[in-house]
């Protein structure tokens, strides 16, 4: 059994590729989670997967342009996605939004 540092990196990279493609897999296959729900649970959602990948492309001075990213996470254009899939947030997915929110910044 090898540790994730004993790979190459070449090999650490493929994993990671590959670990992500799955996630975005999981989350499409999943589009009954809304990023409300992500976001309160991991402080995370497709939008900010989206925001990543243009910034890890900003670090390599490549250029990704936020909506092809996002299309790319979503597997289909933002617009379509949100018309599609995505509802209107709860009151109590709000209050619990504004909740985590205010805990991670006192935290800060």
Same mark, same amino acid.
């Given at each position: 059994?090898?540790?994730?540092?004993?790979?190459?990196?070449?090999?650490?990279?493929?994993?990671?590729?590959?670990?992500?493609?799955?996630?975005?897999?999981?989350?499409?296959?999943?589009?009954?989670? /809304?990023?409300?729900?992500?976001?309160?649970?991991?402080?995370?959602?497709?939008?900010?997967?989206?925001?990543? !990948?243009?910034?890890?492309?900003?670090?390599?001075?490549?250029?990704?342009?936020?909506?092809?990213?996002?299309?790319?996470?979503?597997? !289909?254009?933002?617009?379509?996605?949100?018309?599609?899939?995505?509802?209107?947030?709860?009151?109590?997915?709000?209050?619990?939004?504004?909740?985590? /929110?205010?805990?991670?910044?006192?935290?800060?």
């Amino acid at each position: 059994m090898s540790a994730f540092n004993e790979f190459d990196q070449a090999t650490r990279t493929e994993l990671e590729a590959a670990a992500f493609r799955r996630l975005l897999r999981h989350l499409d296959d999943n589009k009954d989670v /809304q990023n409300i729900d992500l976001m309160i649970l991991a402080d995370f959602c497709r939008n900010c997967l989206s925001k990543w !990948m243009v910034s890890a492309a900003d670090e390599r001075d490549e250029t990704l342009e936020l909506e092809a990213a996002r299309e790319y996470v979503y597997g !289909m254009p933002y617009s379509e996605w949100k018309e599609h899939h995505q509802a209107k947030a709860t009151p109590e997915q709000l209050a619990a939004l504004d909740a985590r /929110q205010a805990k991670r910044n006192s935290q800060e």
